[in-house]
């Protein structure tokens, strides 16, 4: 992605030729030489300022962008970095932040940048406070009013102090990883009180499991603190480093970071468990299956293989967007088969020319993302043959709803294969991925409801831990 310089004009000042000025005011020779440096001062501050832009522009600018009858919010920042501006969009139904954008043009009432990543681009001129412009994305044009202002989000669930229960500011290591995160421990906490370590899911996530305004994590520990249970949360490995890849790490990378976590919480507490949504529900169980946790808990956890569940996720998105039945098999055939040769370590054969051009467009970058180390990883990932070995408690739980992580083919493998586990599988009716009541459960619902986790899931995962301890 290019970089672009702001265009501003040059600015410019005569201060006459030095000859005439020093004859006409008398001026010695020292005077001239002070008179000298100063100017040469003034000439390289100007020179300096035309790097910052001078603009009324700088903030958060947010608006709707209404396509086909679907409505996307768009939030566009604009700040003052070290001599240059820096321009992000974010578009939080979809929980992308942060995308870089390059400036075309930058005044105090006009803008146009292009955002490289997603090969689009946004010009708009300020008229009456707003900004009124087009969003064009690939060569598609769409109006977009943007006001001055952050898009106002309800969460109503995000815990509000006063809180009667502390938190501690904890760091840990792992493979030259420095980890940060949050201790929430229930008043009159001893070493007999129940904690969890709370693993994310796939994606570089902060400790909280923050997405689209949810925060997931802290409304559990929050739930669980109240009722006398402590939980560990974290971000991630390469939380807020810019150059960290996510896609150069593994499952098993970040289980490793979870078990060290595990460590930690044993030198403070007797009964120490795991709590994992998404791909760390499949992170709690493999734990649970080398015997390092005492109880452990799934939250849409994966136990079917990846490539099944990467199919899955395809053949029901394109199911519910009305793409005919012969042309999902179509798609989803040659996808398990660039799927087959990429665990094989095989080149892939079918580039999905065959494809309708619009799931070709969508074809090749699918395959492009599945060749990186994570996604090969994931592809093989199956715990099925490892869950004989789990002996501690175990609670599973999905929404019959849930796009992402098949409810019911996850939820039967956990079930058969826990033979020598206490254990308890329950799917809730009307639940998404994020246990959100919801109407759909695609991922693009998320943004729109209110609700962070459902509280009946609460409930369970409070009462099954106290029972799961005893």
């Not at 044009?141 to 109503?156: G, I, Q």
């Not at 790490?249 to 976590?261: G, L, M, N, P, S």
């Not at 029901?316 to 098999?329: A, E, R, W």
Request: overall charge negative.
């Amino acid at each position: 992605m290019g970089t672009h310089k702001l265009k501003t004009q040059k600015l410019t000042t005569t201060f006459g030729n030095i000859a005439p000025f020093r004859y006409l005011c008398s001026v010695n020779e020292e005077t001239m030489r002070y008179m000298k440096r100063n100017i040469i001062l003034i000439l390289l501050t100007l020179i300096a300022l035309q790097g910052r832009a001078q603009t009324n522009l700088f903030g958060t600018w947010s608006g709707k962008l209404n396509v086909m009858g679907s409505s996307l919010t768009l939030v566009l920042n604009l700040e003052q970095g070290d001599g240059d501006v820096v321009v992000t969009l974010d578009s939080p139904d979809q929980g992308a932040k942060g995308i870089p954008c390059s400036r075309e043009f930058l005044s105090d009432d006009s803008l146009s940048v292009k955002v490289a990543m997603i090969n689009a681009s946004y010009s708009a001129r300020l008229k009456d406070g707003n900004l009124i412009g087009a969003f064009t994305q690939n060569g598609m044009s769409f109006p977009l009013t943007m006001k001055h202002e952050a898009p106002k989000e309800n969460r109503p669930q995000t815990p509000k102090p006063p809180f009667p229960y502390t938190e501690e500011d904890v760091t840990f290591q792992n493979a030259g990883y420095t980890f940060h995160g949050t201790l929430t421990l229930p008043e009159g906490y001893d070493k007999q009180t129940p904690v969890l370590v709370m693993v994310t899911g796939s994606g570089l996530q902060n400790r909280d499991e923050e997405l689209m305004g949810h925060r997931p994590f802290a409304v559990i520990a929050d739930a669980l603190a109240r009722q006398g249970i402590a939980t560990m949360r974290y971000d991630d490995r390469g939380w807020g480093d810019k150059s960290f890849s996510p896609l150069d790490d593994t499952i098993d990378d970040h289980k490793t970071d979870a078990e060290a976590c595990v460590h930690l919480m044993r030198e403070r507490f007797k009964h120490v468990g795991v709590i994992g949504h998404s791909e760390g529900g499949t992170i709690a169980l493999m734990l649970a299956s080398e015997g390092k946790v005492d109880f452990c808990v799934s939250l849409a956890g994966m136990a079917v293989s990846g490539k099944e569940t990467l199919l899955d996720q395809n053949r029901t998105m394109l199911s519910f967007y009305g793409i005919p039945i012969k042309q999902v098999n179509d798609y989803c055939k040659a996808l398990g088969a660039a799927f087959d040769n990429i665990i094989a370590d095989k080149p892939i054969e079918d580039d999905g020319t065959n494809l309708p051009p619009f799931m070709r467009q969508q074809f090749k970058p699918a395959i492009q993302q599945a060749s990186s180390r994570y996604m090969r990883d994931f592809l093989k990932t199956d715990i099925r043959a490892s869950l004989s070995r789990v002996k501690c408690p175990v609670l599973a739980l999905n929404g019959k709803r849930d796009t992402q992580v098949n409810a019911s083919a996850n939820l039967e493998a956990i079930d058969k294969g826990l033979t020598k586990s206490k254990h308890e599988v329950v799917a809730y009716d009307d639940l998404n991925h994020l246990f959100q009541h919801c109407q759909t459960g695609l991922v693009d619902e998320y943004h729109k409801i209110e609700e962070t986790f459902a509280s009946e899931v609460l409930t369970k995962i409070i009462e099954w831990v106290r029972v799961a301890i005893k």
